[in-house]
């Protein structure tokens, strides 16, 4: 388990030992989704310092990640200042897989200057939940 500041070192052999691997600053595993950054600090979403991680347990691993909101501004911040759909598709994804707060997103979007671009997200969660609705439970859509 790593706690504190770790050395490189120290991360490289602890994620090692599950299989990571180091590419420059990102961690990958050939059986895992999705990468591992250990970004410099503070971190932050936009102008946004004032984080609050959320420890997850699951079996004996422990890990600090972001709240469901916190995941969600983040992806919001790369659409917001590079235009990045595909992190407003994500962005979306998360507001619809987890309890997420509006509120919370809306007034940092507009502190961001963005407020154009929350209705933009806005839109496209009603959207994509119409499109949710319209679809049947167990139907592959085939006739």
């Given at each position: 388990?790593?706690?504190?500041?770790?050395?490189?070192?120290?991360?490289?052999?602890?994620?090692?030992?599950?299989?990571?691997?180091?590419?420059?600053?990102?961690?990958?595993?050939?059986?895992?989704?999705?990468?591992i950054?250990?970004?410099?600090?503070?971190?932050?979403?936009?102008?946004?310092?004032?984080?609050?991680?959320?420890?997850?347990?699951?079996?004996?691993?422990?890990?600090?990640?972001?709240?469901?909101?916190?995941?969600?501004?983040?992806?919001?911040?790369?659409?917001?200042?590079?235009?990045?759909?595909?992190?407003?598709?994500?962005?979306?994804?998360?507001?619809?897989?987890?309890?997420?707060?509006?509120?919370?997103?809306?007034?940092?979007?507009?502190?961001e200057?963005?407020?154009?671009?929350?209705?933009?997200?806005?839109?496209?969660?009603?959207?994509?939940?119409?499109?949710?609705?319209?679809?049947?439970?167990?139907?592959?859509g085939?006739?």
């Amino acid at each position: 388990m790593l706690s504190g500041s770790p050395s490189l070192k120290s991360i490289d052999e602890t994620l090692g030992t599950a299989g990571f691997t180091r590419h420059r600053k990102r961690y990958t595993h050939r059986l895992v989704p999705f990468s591992i950054e250990f970004p410099s600090g503070p971190l932050g979403i936009g102008i946004d310092l004032d984080l609050r991680p959320v420890l997850r347990v699951r079996r004996h691993a422990k890990a600090l990640l972001l709240s469901p909101t916190d995941a969600c501004r983040d992806r919001l911040a790369a659409y917001y200042h590079w235009r990045d759909i595909q992190s407003l598709s994500t962005a979306v994804a998360i507001a619809n897989r987890q309890r997420v707060s509006f509120v919370k997103i809306r007034g940092w979007s507009e502190r961001e200057g963005h407020l154009v671009g929350y209705q933009e997200f806005m839109a496209e969660l009603r959207r994509s939940k119409n499109v949710r609705k319209r679809r049947k439970p167990g139907r592959s859509g085939r006739t």
